[in-house]
């Protein structure tokens, strides 16, 4: 879920996943949004999105209000894609993805490798993508971050005051750039686009697939618009009730439980990986390592790593067999003389990092504003949480972010999913899935034991029993009698 260094968001957040590091928007251009004022009545002007895509895939541009509240004030461009069903007998409606974030451009997901939607679900539903409001081609927000302004920083007692005025600009330079949007770019405003696009559709419901934050996306859907919601999947699920701060706090638990299990793997395989015979060798090893990278960086594979960025990538260590490859290559470069081969980082594009924060800082008023508060959580979840902790509850821009237009959303509905969720998950954790199914009581859960990564439909290599599953209820509309187990096949991983 992108870079490493980036703040800790939802995937497609940090960290590569396999839903999550999916393609930017297509740049398509535009003859003009349609100038009608209800943004539900729309006639969309279809055109071919790129030269170098399929003449089938068609994207357009809606025009919504910035403020639902006065549909006749400021507007925005919501960038859509089409990719008809394939058959006209068997089409059912359409079906809208989204690939996470919040933050993620959707434009090119219809066509996008990554997301192997079976043919049969293509043969019934026209698929939609969205870039949500902010985001990619859909009235982009930036705030002109720097790369330090966009990256994560762990709690330390003498770059507090630092990281303090760090967050507060970016808190000012958001509210510079885009002031006036900044309280409207929030997930119950995105759930109103998505039923724009219904409208602008000409379709009665929605089915939806959402990944990661997606899931919180999808499930604002259902609570907003019950009666238009058809058949939803949620994959990778976050806890409804505990965005966003709490969120990240969860994910600094789960990779404690995760780093003990890898440090059990890993020391039955010291004669591969050299790393400790026993899990407090393991352990001993790790934190050596970490030690050794804070006093003198390590270049491995084009890159640079300090021991806070090790930490930062402690998502890896979720996959046992690839964390336990990419630690013992740490450790070999630590003791090698290889020159630093990073070069000079480029300046990346702040649209993810500014739409996240937006969205996160206005979606939910339980962000602390006193920098103490931020300090003395962020000394207590290092204690509690040594691998994670210090970032997950260090300051944000929220800190410093005014209040959004709306409550937050409860979620509480019989409204029908399906759930899908690996048992080791770093970002959204096995509890969040729970949780989501608590709350969505017309659910049912599908968890895949001993499942590594943070997604788990449709991926290359991925769990055939869990996309089955899935592709069973999108195509008959039939969710299972009761909650249901897929197992990892014996020998992957």
Known sequence: MRNTRTAPLLAVGIAAASLSALTPATAFATSGSSATRNPLRQELKWQRCDANSPDTFQCATLEVPLDYSDPGGKKLDIAISRLKASSEKERRGILLLNP??????????????????????????????????????SSPVTCGLTADEQSEHPYKDGTFAKDVERARTVAEKCRAEAGDRLPHLTTRNSARDMDAIRAALGEKKISYLGISYGTYLGAVYTQMFPQ?????????????????????????????????????????????????????????????????????????EGATFTGDDIRANSRALFH?????????????????????????????????????????CADTRTWPHGPEQY?????????????????????????????????????????????????????????AGRAMHRALRGSRMLTVAGGEGHGVLYAPGGNSCADEAATAYLTTGRLPDKDVTCRVPAGSG
């Open 320 to 360: 046992v067999r690839k964390g336990a490859e990419w630690i013992a290559g740490l450790k070999n470069a630590a003791g090698s003389k290889s020159p630093d081969s990073s070069g000079t980082p480029e300046e990346a594009d702040d649209n993810y990092a500014s739409s996240a924060w937006a969205v996160m």
């Open 228 to 300: 238009r919601a058809d058949r939803f999947v949620l994959d990778s699920a976050t806890d409804p009730a505990r965005v966003w701060r709490g969120m990240l706090q969860d994910q600094a638990k789960a990779a404690e439980r995760a780093f003990t299990r890898w440090t059990e793997w890993t020391a039955e395989r010291h004669k591969t990986y050299e790393l400790g015979k026993t899990p407090a060798e393991v352990r001993k090893t790790f934190w050596n390592l970490i030690a050794q990278a804070n006093r003198e960086p390590v270049p491995f």
């Open 100 to 137: 996470g974030g919040p933050g993620g451009p959707g434009l090119d997901l219809p066509v996008d490798p990554g997301l192997r939607i079976p043919g049969e679900v293509r043969r019934q539903y026209d698929l939609v993508g969205f870039d949500p409001r902010g985001v990619g081609r």
């Open 375 to 431: 300090r003395r959580d962020a000394i207590r979840d290092k204690a509690r949480y040594p691998l994670y902790g210090d970032f997950a509850s260090g300051i944000t821009p929220c800190a410093f972010w005014k209040p959004g237009s709306e409550q937050q959303t409860t979620i509480d509905n019989k409204v029908g999913a399906l759930i899908t969720q690996n048992e080791w998950d770093p970002q959204t954790p096995l509890p």
